[in-house]
Structures are given as structure tokens and as C-alpha cells.
């Protein structure tokens, strides 16, 4: 059902995988990006066939500046947090899908896997990858070579094998999911979008960007680090309060683990990591995305 969406629309599809590969691209180790010739196709070929209008380019093109501005230029401090707040703002709309000229694809509007699973809209997003691409295009270093990619994981292997058991359990007790295990014709793509898309903007914001900033104001204090792990987490519970008040904690606690490994390695692919190891166990193996 979902591949006779794709073929239906594949210039849209192919719009889809140039933004993709500008996140991607970000991890090659080439001293000449090709990150904005990738997001460049990728546009122009979304403005061709509608899914992106001239006022979502126009903040696609705002958002990049103001970015650019706050990690890469030498600016006055006042310019450059003007330019980080407005970054921030747009950012959020970004993922909130508000933002005006974004004309994202609903593949499917009533995806549901069994009858104890609630249902739920599936999207290919063009506004939420944006976000994490320009903040890891400007932000803080990534990891390009296979021993600094050890060096970051080594430290936090037991992390990464137990924080997803914690969460699966809590939100067992919440009675948020149950055991279902199953693999669903679109596991790929929903690995993809999940991964490129949720994943790499949601840890490029909540940790490389608002932990990473307030962690950099607050080092002058004794509890800094913890303070600022804290108030990150309790935000990104909140952005996840449709779902209600139980995925709030559900969410705030997931939390703690992806800004402990940002902050335990300085390295926003352990968080990424983790983050998607937590989603993919829940695809594969619990009720999606909970219970009815």
C-alpha cells in the first residue's frame, strides 16, 4: 500500500532522499561538503512538485542564516543570540509541521498493525529533517572516522544496552505498550524516516543545541551539568505531551538517558543512537505507537 504511494508521486520520493542524503553527507570525510548542493537538488525538485512553496523556502533559507550567523560567524553576542532565538522559534515550528508552504506527504492516514494498537498517520516530513541537518551542518564536530566513533561508544555500551529495557519497563507499568512483536512491510522506510528524520532533528535540537548551549552557560556552577541535563529533559518530556501525562515521564526519563550519553561523550551520535535504538525496539517488538 505504501510503495503504491511512492510510485504514484516518485519526484516527490526522490525530493525526500536528497534531504536525507544532505544529513548523511554530513558524516563524510571530505574537507568540501556537499551538504548544500545535496539540500539545493533536494528543494528545487520539492518546489517542482509542490511540496515546498516559495514561504517554506523562504524559511528554509532564514533558518540557515540564522544558524550560520550563531555558530559560524563573528558577530556582536547580542546579533548572534538574536539570530540563535530566532533559530530556535523556527526550529520549533519546524517540528511542530506550522510552518507555512510545507506541503509534507501523508502516505498513509490510518496505519494500525492489530487490534490492540492504536492507529496512526504515516509521513514523509520535508520541515523536521531540515532542522537537524542545519544544526549538525553548524554545530559541534562529528564523528567521521571508525576510532573516534570507539572511542565515543566504548564508555557507554552498558547504557545503551540497559536504558532501553528501563524505558520498555516503565512504560509497561504505564500501560503505555504491551509485548507485540512483529515486522511490517514498511520497517524500512519507517527505519529511515525514523532515524534521519525523528531521531537526528530531536537530538540535533534538545541535545547538540539546547543541552549543549545551557551546559556551556551553567559550567561556572558546581551542579551545572546536572542542571542543565535536568531542565533538557523536562522539555523534551513536555513536546511529547499529546500523547499525555504518562508519556511525559516516559519521555522525560528517556531523556536523561540520551543527554547522559551526549554529555558523558561529547558526541551527538551516541544520543542519536540510543534514541533510535529505544524507538526501533519499540517498533519491532511492543504495540505502535501504544495501546488503543
Not at 551545572?224 to 511529547?240: D, N
Not at 516516559?250 to 561529547?266: N, R, S, W
Amino acid at each position: 500500500m505504501i510503495i503504491d504511494e511512492l510510485l504514484k508521486d516518485p519526484f516527490s520520493f526522490l525530493a525526500y532522499l536528497f534531504v536525507l542524503s544532505a544529513i548523511v553527507s554530513l558524516w563524510l570525510p571530505i574537507k568540501r561538503r556537499v551538504w548544500p548542493w545535496l539540500l539545493l537538488v533536494g528543494v528545487s525538485v520539492g518546489s517542482f512538485t509542490g511540496r515546498l512553496e516559495l514561504e517554506a523556502i523562504a524559511a528554509i533559507s532564514v533558518l540557515i542564516v540564522c544558524f550560520l550567523i550563531s555558530f559560524k560567524s563573528e558577530q556582536s553576542k547580542l546579533i548572534r543570540i538574536a539570530a540563535s532565538v530566532i533559530g530556535t522559534l523556527l526550529s520549533l515550528v519546524f517540528m511542530l509541521h506550522i510552518s507555512p508552504g510545507f506541503n509534507n506527504w501523508q502516505l498513509v492516514d490510518d496505519l494500525q498493525f492489530n487490534n490492540v494498537s492504536a492507529s496512526f498517520a504515516f509521513y514523509l516530513n520535508f520541515d523536521k529533517p531540515l532542522v537537524g541537518l542545519v544544526l549538525l551542518a553548524f554545530g559541534p564536530s562529528l564523528l567521521v572516522s571508525w576510532s573516534l566513533w570507539k572511542n565515543a561508544f566504548k564508555p557507554i555500551l552498558p547504557v545503551l544496552l540497559f536504558a532501553p529495557l528501563i524505558i520498555y519497563g516503565l512504560s509497561y507499568l504505564a500501560g503505555l505498550l504491551t509485548i507485540d512483536a512483529k515486522l511490517p512491510a514498511v520497517t524500512l522506510l519507517w527505519m529511515l524516516n525514523n532515524l534521519l528524520v525523528t531521531c537526528v532533528a530531536e537530538e540535533a535540537f534538545f541535545r547538540g543545541f539546547l543541552q549543549r548551549c545551557l551546559q556551556n552557560s551553567l559550567q561556572r556552577y558546581r551542579y551545572g551539568g546536572v542542571l542543565s541535563l535536568a531542565i533538557v529533559s523536562i522539555l523534551f518530556g513536555m513536546a511529547h505531551f499529546p500523547g499525555g501525562l504518562s508519556y511525559v515521564f516516559i519521555a522525560t526519563v528517556a531523556g536523561l538517558f540520551y543527554g547522559y550519553v551526549y554529555q558523558k561523550t561529547a558526541a551527538i551520535e551516541t544520543s542519536i543512537a540510543l534514541h533510535f535504538l529505544v524507538n526501533f525496539g519499540h517498533f519491532i517488538f511492543f504495540s505502535y505507537p501504544q495501546l488503543v
